[in-house]
C-alpha cells in the first residue's frame, strides 16, 4: 500500500529568493545591515534565500533598476540555483518591474522592498480596521501595475480593420483600473467610519484626564515585551519583524494610584513605504496624540542609531516631533558593560531597560510618573456636600496632595491633569 500511494508532505514548500541590493553614496544604512534586514523581511514572509548579489550605483537604470551585465548575472543566478523569487531593496517602478521579470524568465517572481513589507503586513493584520489599511495600501501599490500584468495579452489583438484600434488587453485593462479604483475607495470609506469610532474613543480618553503613553520604535525593537512587563499584560512577542500591527492599549498604574495607558503601536524600518504610512494614519494618530513617547531602541543592534533617525523621521512625518520623549535602550541583559557605559555617555538622560529581566523598569515607571506629574496643574478646591461625583473624580483621576472636611464642604489639593482642569473650574477656592 505504502508502494502505490507513497506519503506526501503537505508542508509548504518556501520560495527561494535572490536578494538584490544596490550601494549608493550617502546612504544612512550600510548595505550589509540593509541586505541583513531584507533577509530577516524574506525569512518573515515564508521565504528561503539562497543567494544575493549587489551593485554600487550612482543612480538607478530607468529601466531596469541595474546595469545590464548585472541583470544577466541575476538571470543567471536564477537557473543555476532554481530561485522562483528575485526581491529588490528598493522601490521599482512598475516598468521596471515589468522589464526585470521579462529578462530574468516568465516563472521567476520579481518584487521589491514595498511589495515584501506589504505581503508581511497582510500575514500579521489581526483586526478589521488593520486588514482594511492592509488592502488600502496593495492596491494603491497594484494600480499602477496594472498594465504590465495585461502586456501578455498584446499578442491576442484582433486583426487590422474596424474595431481593432484597441485591444483585448486595454479593454480589460481599464475594467481592472476601475476595480481597483472603486476598491480603494470603497476601503476608504470603511477605514473613515471606524476612524470615527476611534476619534470617539479617543475625545473620551483625552477628557478622562488619564495621561497617555504610547510605545514607538523600529520594529523587533521589544515594544510588546516591555508593555508585557510594564502592565502585566500578554500582549503577543515575537523575534519577528512586524509581529505587531494592530494598536494595543493597557492601563498602568504608578505609585501614589495614578494611571496611565500605555498604547504599542507599529513598527518602523528604513524605506518604511509612503503608502502604508498613509493607511496606518489612525494607527499612527495614537502616537501623535499621546502625550509621552517612549521611543524603544534595540540596544542589541550594530546600527541603532541609524534606526533612531529611522524612527525620528517617521514621527516627523506624522506630526510627533514635539511630544515629550523618554529615549529607552531595550535589551539591556544583552550588552555587555563597556556598552552600557558607552550609551550612558553618549545619552545621559536615556533609561536603559530590559523587558526579559524587568531591570530598570521601575526606573522606567518612575520617570512616566514624574512626566505625568509635570503635565498636572496644582489646585486648591472646596466641593460642596451634595457634589461627590466631584470628589469621586479627584480621587479617580488625580493625585490628592490634602483632603479635609469642613462646614462648607469638603477641602482639597490636588494635581489635576490638563483636560480636568475644566471640570473643577467652578469649585477652585477664590484669593
Not at 495579452?153 to 486583426?159: C, F, K, V, W
Not at 494618530?285 to 534606526?307: F, K, M, N, P
Not at 544583552?334 to 530598570?360: F, K, N
Request: charge should be negative.
Amino acid at each position: 500500500m505504502s508502494a502505490r500511494f507513497p506519503l506526501r508532505s503537505t508542508e509548504p514548500v518556501p520560495e527561494r529568493a535572490i536578494l538584490v541590493g544596490i550601494e549608493r553614496p550617502g546612504s544612512r544604512f550600510s548595505l550589509d545591515e540593509t541586505l541583513a534586514e531584507l533577509g530577516r523581511l524574506a525569512h518573515t514572509a515564508g521565504a528561503q534565500v539562497v543567494a544575493q548579489t549587489t551593485q554600487r550605483l550612482e543612480a538607478p537604470n530607468p529601466k531596469t533598476f541595474v546595469g545590464s551585465g548585472k541583470l544577466e548575472e541575476i538571470a543567471q543566478m536564477c537557473r543555476t540555483l532554481s530561485a522562483d523569487l528575485v526581491v529588490f531593496d528598493d522601490e521599482l517602478t512598475p516598468s521596471q518591474q515589468s522589464n526585470l521579470e521579462k529578462s530574468v524568465g516568465k516563472d521567476v517572481k520579481v518584487i521589491d522592498r514595498t511589495a515584501l513589507i506589504l505581503d508581511i503586513f497582510a500575514l500579521h493584520a489581526t483586526t478589521r480596521e488593520g486588514r482594511l489599511q492592509i488592502r488600502l495600501a496593495q492596491n494603491q501599490y497594484l494600480y499602477p501595475r496594472l498594465r504590465g500584468m495585461w502586456a501578455h495579452l498584446a499578442s491576442n489583438r484582433m486583426g487590422g480593420g474596424v474595431g481593432s484600434r484597441f485591444g483585448e488587453g486595454e479593454s480589460q485593462l481599464e475594467v481592472d483600473r476601475r476595480i481597483v479604483r472603486n476598491r480603494i475607495t470603497q476601503i476608504k470609506r470603511e477605514l473613515a467610519d471606524l476612524a470615527r469610532n476611534r476619534n470617539v474613543q479617543r475625545a473620551s480618553r483625552n477628557t478622562s484626564g488619564i495621561v497617555r503613553v504610547s510605545l514607538a520604535g523600529y520594529t523587533n525593537a521589544g515594544k510588546s515585551s516591555l508593555l508585557n512587563a510594564l502592565c502585566g499584560s500578554d500582549v503577543l512577542e515575537q523575534d519577528q519583524l512586524f509581529a505587531t500591527l494592530d494598536s494595543t492599549t493597557r492601563r498602568l498604574t504608578l505609585e501614589g494610584g495614578r494611571t496611565v495607558t500605555l498604547t504599542d503601536t507599529v513598527g518602523f524600518i528604513q524605506k518604511l513605504p509612503t503608502t502604508l504610512i498613509e493607511s496606518f494614519k489612525s494607527t499612527l494618530d495614537e502616537i501623535r496624540e499621546s502625550d509621552i513617547v517612549l521611543h524603544v531602541v534595540d540596544a542589541t543592534s550594530d546600527s541603532y542609531e541609524a534606526q533612531m533617525e529611522a524612527v525620528e523621521e517617521v514621527l516627523g512625518q506624522i506630526g510627533a516631533q514635539g511630544i515629550v520623549r523618554i529615549l529607552v535602550f531595550n535589551k539591556i541583559d544583552l550588552v555587555d558593560e563597556e556598552t552600557r557605559a558607552a550609551l550612558r555617555g553618549r545619552w545621559p538622560l536615556a533609561l536603559l531597560v530590559s523587558a526579559r529581566t524587568r531591570e530598570g523598569t521601575g526606573d522606567l515607571a518612575k520617570r512616566i510618573a514624574a512626566l505625568a506629574a509635570a503635565q498636572e496643574e496644582m489646585l486648591s478646591l472646596i466641593v460642596p456636600y451634595d457634589q461627590g461625583s466631584i470628589v469621586s473624580l479627584a480621587h479617580e483621576r488625580c493625585s490628592i496632595v490634602e483632603e479635609r472636611h469642613e462646614e462648607d464642604g469638603t477641602h482639597l489639593v490636588v494635581r489635576a491633569p490638563a483636560a480636568l482642569v475644566p471640570h473643577f473650574a467652578s469649585y477652585v477656592e477664590q484669593g
